[in-house]
C-alpha cells in the first residue's frame, strides 16, 4: 500500500471540516484535554508507517496463496498427448504391459494393413520393438512420443508416406535391414534360421535385386547352412546392391562370405 492511500480516518474527518463550512462547525465546542501524565494504550499504533507494517504481512499471505495456486502447462491446456498415447496402447492391449498378437492383428485391422506387410517392420523399427509380434506398452508409448504420433489416423498417414521414403533412403533402410535380423531371431541366438531369414529377405528385398529370387532358390535347394549369421546377413544385403545380375563385376578375391561364393558357383552352372 503505498503512503498517498494510506491516511487516517481522522485526517480526512478534518480536512471534509474545514472545506465546508456547517452550523455544527461554528458552535463553540470545549474539547476536553488529557492530562498531560495520560499514557496512550501501548497497543494502539502511534504513526501511519506502523499500521502499514501491520497489514504487509496479509497482503504477503494473499501473494504467496496466489503464487502457488496450480498453474496448467501447455501440454494440459492443448490436450496431453502422452495420454493419448497411453489410451492407444490400452485399446490394443491384450497381454500383462503388451500388445501380443491378438492385439497386434486388431491394430493391423484398424490401420487397414496386412500383419506381413512391410510398413508394420518399419513400424517395429521406429518403435525399437524386441520381439516379433509384440510391442511393449514402453516401446509404443516412447516409440509413438519419439516420431510425434498420438493417434491412428497419424499412424496410418506415417505408414503410407514417411515408412515408405524411409525404405527408399539408402542409409535408413540399411538400418531397418539390419534391425529385422534382431527383431526376427529368438532370445539371445546369434544367429537367423533359415525359414525365417528366406521369409524376412523376401519380404525386404524381393522388389530390391534381381539377385533375391535366386538367392531364396539357393538357400532352400542348400543343405549346408541351417541359419544365417548377422555377417552373412549384412553382405548379402551390399551383395545385391553392389553385384550385376550376370555377374560381371564379381571379385572372387574380394572378403565374400564363403556362402556368397557358394552362390555365385551355384547360379552360373543354372544358368551357363
Same mark, same amino acid.
Given at each position: 500500500?503505498?503512503?498517498?492511500?494510506?491516511?487516517?480516518?481522522? =485526517? $480526512?474527518?478534518?480536512?471534509?471540516?474545514?472545506?465546508?463550512? &456547517?452550523?455544527?462547525?461554528?458552535?463553540?465546542?470545549?474539547? @476536553? +484535554?488529557?492530562? =498531560? $501524565?495520560?499514557?496512550?494504550?501501548?497497543?494502539?499504533?502511534? &504513526?501511519?508507517?506502523?499500521?502499514?507494517?501491520?497489514?504487509? @504481512? +496479509?497482503?504477503?499471505?494473499?501473494k504467496e496463496t496466489k503464487d502457488r495456486s496450480p498453474k496448467k502447462k501447455p501440454e494440459q491446456e492443448a490436450g496431453?498427448?502422452?495420454?493419448?498415447?497411453?489410451?492407444?496402447?490400452?485399446?490394443?492391449?491384450?497381454?500383462?504391459?503388451?500388445?501380443?498378437p491378438a492385439g497386434m492383428e486388431k491394430l493391423c485391422k484398424d490401420l487397414g494393413v496386412n500383419p506381413e506387410d512391410i510398413s508394420v517392420l518399419v513400424l517395429a523399427y521406429h518403435l525399437d520393438a524386441k520381439e516379433m509380434g509384440y510391442f511393449t506398452r514402453e516401446e509404443f508409448c516412447k516409440g509413438l512420443q519419439k516420431i510425434n504420433c498420438d493417434n491412428l489416423n497419424k499412424l496410418k498417414s506415417?505408414?503410407?508416406?514417411?515408412?515408405?521414403?524411409?525404405?527408399?533412403?539408402?542409409?535408413?533402410?540399411?538400418?531397418?535391414f539390419k534391425f529385422a535380423f534382431?527383431?526376427?531371431?529368438?532370445?539371445?541366438?546369434?544367429?537367423?534360421?533359415?525359414?525365417t531369414a528366406v521369409a524376412m529377405l523376401s519380404l525386404l528385398l524381393t522388389d530390391q535385386s534381381p539377385?533375391?529370387?535366386?538367392?531364396?532358390?539357393?538357400?532352400?535347394?542348400?543343405?549346408?547352412?541351417?541359419?544365417?549369421n548377422l555377417d552373412q546377413w549384412m553382405n548379402f544385403l551390399d551383395f545385391?546392391?553392389?553385384?550385376?545380375?550376370?555377374?560381371?563385376?564379381?571379385?572372387?578375391?574380394?572378403?565374400?562370405?564363403?556362402?556368397l561364393d557358394e552362390y555365385v558357383l551355384w547360379a552360373k552352372e543354372k544358368s551357363p
Open positions: 500500500m503505498g503512503n498517498g492511500g494510506s491516511r487516517r480516518k481522522g =485526517s $480526512n474527518v478534518n480536512k471534509n471540516n474545514t472545506d465546508v463550512a &456547517s452550523p455544527r462547525s461554528q458552535r463553540s465546542v470545549t474539547t @476536553p +484535554v488529557p492530562p =498531560s $501524565n495520560a499514557t496512550p494504550p501501548s497497543n494502539l499504533p502511534t &504513526s501511519v508507517s506502523q499500521v502499514e507494517t501491520k497489514k504487509a @504481512p +496479509v497482503e504477503e499471505t494473499k496431453n498427448p502422452h495420454k493419448k498415447i497411453e489410451e492407444l496402447f490400452l485399446q490394443y492391449k491384450d497381454e500383462e504391459n503388451a500388445i501380443g506415417l505408414m503410407s508416406s514417411t515408412f515408405k521414403e524411409d525404405l527408399k533412403n539408402a542409409t535408413t533402410f540399411k538400418e531397418i534382431s527383431f526376427a531371431k529368438e532370445g539371445d541366438r546369434k544367429y537367423l534360421e533359415l525359414p539377385h533375391t529370387t535366386r538367392f531364396l532358390e539357393f538357400l532352400q535347394e542348400q543343405t549346408s547352412y541351417k541359419a544365417l545385391a546392391k553392389t553385384v550385376n545380375e550376370d555377374f560381371s563385376n564379381y571379385d572372387e578375391n574380394a572378403a565374400w562370405p564363403v556362402m
